[in-house]
Structures are given as C-alpha cells and as structure tokens.
C-alpha cells in the first residue's frame, strides 16, 4: 500500500462538498490504491453541520480513507497538505456588490493562502473554486510567497465541461467524441468559451455547427449556464461543480488524455498577450503534474476581442483587492 496523501477540503459542510467529499472518498480521484487523510475546514458556525458529514463519511467505511480531521483552523487543515480543494467561500448576500463580494472572500484567501504558505506541502496542487474563484485563487498565490505560483489554479473546469456538453447535444453525439474546446479568462459571464479548435469526431467543430449558432447560442448559453442552473433549482450548481473539481485535479495529478487539452485558471506566462501573474483560464495540457499552457493556437480578430474583454474584468478585479495582494 502507497503512503498516504493529505487532501485539504474548504467550506466542508457547504453543498458543493456534499457532493465532492464521497466522491472523494470513494478514490474517484487518485485510483484505487492511493490512501489518503482527509482535512476538512469550516467556520465555527457550521463545525455542527460538519459533524453530521463526518458520521456520514465513517458510515461508508471507506477502505482508503485512513483518517478525516475536521478544524475551523487553517493551519491544521493545510497542515503538509498535498492537494487543497478551496471551496468555501461567501455567497453574495441581499444588497450585496461585486465589490462587497470581492472584498469579503479576498479576506478568507488571503488568510488560507498564508496558512498555506506556512503548513502546506512545498508542493501542493491547489484548486480554488469559491468565487471569485481566478481573484480569490490570485490572492492566495500572492499571500503564499513561499510557494511555486505554479501550486496554484482555479476552476474552469465547470466551464469546459458545459461547452462540451453543449456540442456534443448540437451534433448529437457522445462527449467524449468532442476535443479541444477550450475556456479562455475569467469563471464569469465574461468568460470566452472558444470552438476554433474543437473536433467534433475528428472533424471541425466549426464547420459543423456554424458560426451563427456559435456566436448567439453557444457562447451566451455557456456564459449564463451558472445563472439558469440557479433559476431552475433555486440553488447554485454543486454536482456537477464537485464533479468538475474532480475532473481538474485528476488532470493535474494524472496528466490530461493524449491529442486533447483541458482549461484551467493559471498564473499567466504572458501567453497569447495576457497580463503576466493574472490567473487567466486557458486550455492547458498535463504531464508529470506540470501544468503547459497550449500554445501556437491562432487567434482571429473575434477571439482576440473576447479574449481582452474578459482580461479587463480580471484586471479590475485585481484593482479592487491590491491591498491584499
Ligand atoms: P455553500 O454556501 O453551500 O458552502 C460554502 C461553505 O463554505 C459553507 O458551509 C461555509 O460555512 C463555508 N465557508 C465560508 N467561509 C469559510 C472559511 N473562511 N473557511 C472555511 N469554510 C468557509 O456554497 P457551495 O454551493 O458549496 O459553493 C461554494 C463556492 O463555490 C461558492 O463561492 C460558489 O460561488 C462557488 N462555485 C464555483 C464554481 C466554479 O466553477 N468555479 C461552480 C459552482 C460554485
């Protein structure tokens, strides 16, 4: 048996994890011979709650789950942490602004990017997904100077998997028939789901669909697919949120399939002209857990364009928590 890995889960009692953790659990992520400790945090408000997830997870037995520690500390969830799935954060209240928003769950990754920085593994794979997950994920880089830059991502995972999705119903065929749709920028309405490379069963997706259905269907449906999840359910998405977190870090720690690309939220290189150090999504390939923008794509007028326009957005964004950074 393997030694085991340390997994650190944020907003642990919170829907998304609900869905996550016995999935987790169960080895969806790491395969069937890789034991792991579980380290959940939550505020003190909702230890309660966690409690209850916990006598759950114990009543499954789980054969690789060698231990779950649950804190309201930082410090003892990050503690050596090879994997740190940051999912808790608050959601926008009555009343509330962007700004509000921002400024709110800046403080929290601002004190667990530290809490990494001291703790964790000096090669933790991170994931932030409570949004603003690129900004919040931006925040805990710049407050965790002792880390690679590299350790740390956000999700757009989510995004992708809704662009295939959203193909593969238009040409009525299987998702895994659909390769290199990719996700450019922010999680965010501002986001640039892009087809100009994708292969539907080898071929362009492009030529298939149109460009008319690209740009008026495609495009707002991904963009908004959040927000009509939200106006369906009366919830945000959480399944297949917790399923995207999966799919994310398995890539990383796996690698991505050979000929296909998945999207990720980086610290951008500078590549394809966007700012250097902005976690920007781009589609990325994963080998040796080494994450590789892909590069080389052409970038006609109309990409560029949405490219920028989500940029900007992040740029602001960025503007808004510099005291934190
Ligand atoms: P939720 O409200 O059900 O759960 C959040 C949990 O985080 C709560 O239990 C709360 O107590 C906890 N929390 C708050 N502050 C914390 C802190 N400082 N430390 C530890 N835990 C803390 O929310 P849900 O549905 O699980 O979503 C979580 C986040 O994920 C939200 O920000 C949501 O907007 C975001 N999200 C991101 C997606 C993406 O694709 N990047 C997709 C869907 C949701």
């Not at 969830?77 to 509330?96: E, Q, S, T």
């Not at 004190?111 to 994931?127: D, I």
Request: glycine share 8%.
């Amino acid at each position: 048996m393997k030694i085991p890995v340390d997994i650190a889960v944020t907003g642990a009692a919170g829907q998304i994890s609900y869905s996550l953790l016995f999935r987790l659990a169960g080895g969806a992520f790491l395969g069937p011979d890789q034991p792991f400790v579980l380290r959940l945090l939550e505020v003190p408000a909702a230890m309660d709650a966690l409690k209850g997830v916990l006598m759950e997870l114990n009543d499954c037995a789980y054969p690789l789950l060698q231990k779950v520690i649950t804190t309201s500390d930082p410090k003892v969830a990050f503690d050596n942490v090879d994997y740190a799935f940051l999912i808790g954060a608050k959601p926008r209240g009555p009343g509330m602004e962007r700004r509000d928003l921002l400024e709110c769950n800046a403080e929290i990754f601002s004190v667990q990017g530290k809490a990494l920085n001291e703790v964790a593994s000096r090669n933790v794979k991170v994931l932030v997904t409570g949004n603003p997950a690129n900004t919040n994920a931006l925040i805990a880089m710049s407050n965790a100077p002792d880390l690679r830059p590299e350790c740390f991502t956000a999700m757009t995972m989510l995004d992708h998997n809704r662009a295939i999705s959203q193909l593969a119903e238009k040409c009525g065929v299987r998702s895994r028939e659909i390769k290199n749709v990719a996700i450019w920028g922010n999680h965010s309405a501002t986001q640039y789901p892009d087809l100009h490379h994708a292969k539907v069963k080898g071929q362009d997706a492009l030529s298939l669909v149109g460009e008319d259905w690209f740009v008026d269907d495609f495009i707002p449906t991904v963009q908004q697919r959040g927000a009509a999840i939200i106006k369906a359910r009366g919830q945000s998405s959480a399944a297949s949120a917790a399923n995207a977190a999966i799919g994310h870090m398995k890539a990383w720690a796996r690698g991505t399939e050979e000929g296909d690309w998945v999207s990720m939220a980086i610290p951008s290189d500078g590549s394809y002209g966007i700012e250097e150090g902005l976690v920007y999504s781009y589609p990325v390939t994963v080998n040796g857990g080494e994450i590789s923008i892909v590069h080389g794509l052409d970038i006609n007028a109309f990409s560029r364009k949405r490219m920028d326009i989500t940029e900007t957005e992040l740029k602001e964004e960025r503007d808004a928590v510099r005291h934190l950074l």
